[in-house]
T-cell receptor, first 113, second 109 residues
Framework: DSGVTQTPKHLITATGQRVTLRCSPRSGDLSVYWYQQSLDQGLQFLIQYYNGEERAKGNILERFSAQQFPDLHSELNLSSLELGDSALYFC????????????FGSGTRLTVV | GQQLNQSPQSMFIQEGEDVSMNCTSSSIFNTWLWYKQDPGEGPVLLIALYKAGELTSNGRLTAQFGITRKDSFLNISASIPSDVGIYFCAGQGAQKLVFGQGTRLTINP
């Protein structure tokens, strides 16, 4: 157990729908990062939050949004889902900006049918 | 933006062989890290390097932080079946880690 909790582990939904992925960071970590990993692909950075504020944005689609709440958990919202959004979505956390690395959760596998 | 070139993309080896993979960048990084991802799981940190020229070992794994701070390599000695997975290098950028594309390691028993 890495200490980073992601729910749900699996999600199957239809095109056009909206889903919310949830992440609880490791205790004491203020930064949360979201990554997308498609089949046989690397880790594509989506977005970072630090203590409730957005800090960095990667290749995140306009249909996707995220937020970090006062208790530091984060949610990634994916809307108007398309088949190509099927992927593993990882959350990671770190104390600060990640000098000592990130701790990853086990991911949420999203399948859009 | 900053990019890491990781090679090889995939490796097919026999159990017991040594493995070597590397990452290069056009940018300088102050920290290099190596992660391993098992199938269906999140990446797990293997080794972190903080000084140019640093050579660090973790069991059968050895990693080095290049002198120019633009590259790093990871060696795995005497590979075993549980070494199978995807290995990612990562460099500490201005605000976040930049990841390589990964090296997929397959081991034939």
């Amino acid at each position: 157990d890495s200490g980073v909790t992601q729910t749900p582990k699996h999600l199957i939904t239809a095109t056009g729908q909206r889903v919310t992925l949830r992440c609880s960071p490791r205790s004491g970590d203020l930064s949360v990062y979201w990554y997308q990993q498609s089949l046989d692909q690397g880790l594509q950075f989506l977005i970072q939050y630090y203590n409730g504020e957005e800090r960095a944005k990667g290749n995140i689609l306009e249909r996707f949004s995220a937020q970090q709440f006062p208790d530091l958990h984060s949610e990634l919202n994916l809307s108007s889902l398309e088949l190509g959004d099927s992927a593993l979505y990882f959350c990671a956390s770190s104390v600060g900006q990640g000098v000592y690395g990130y701790t990853f959760g086990s991911g949420t596998r999203l399948t859009v049918v | 933006g900053q990019q890491l070139n990781q090679s090889p993309q995939s490796m097919f080896i026999q159990e017991g062989e040594d493995v070597s993979m590397n990452c290069t960048s056009s940018s300088i990084f102050n920290t290099w890290l190596w992660y391993k991802q098992d199938p269906g799981e999140g990446p797990v940190l293997l080794i972190a390097l903080y000084k140019a020229g640093e050579l660090t070992s973790n069991g059968r794994l050895t990693a080095q932080f290049g002198i120019t701070r633009k590259d790093s390599f990871l060696n795995i000695s005497a590979s075993i079946p549980s070494d199978v997975g995807i290995y990612f290098c990562a460099g500490q950028g201005a605000q976040k880690l930049v990841f390589g594309q990964g090296t997929r390691l397959t081991i034939n028993p």
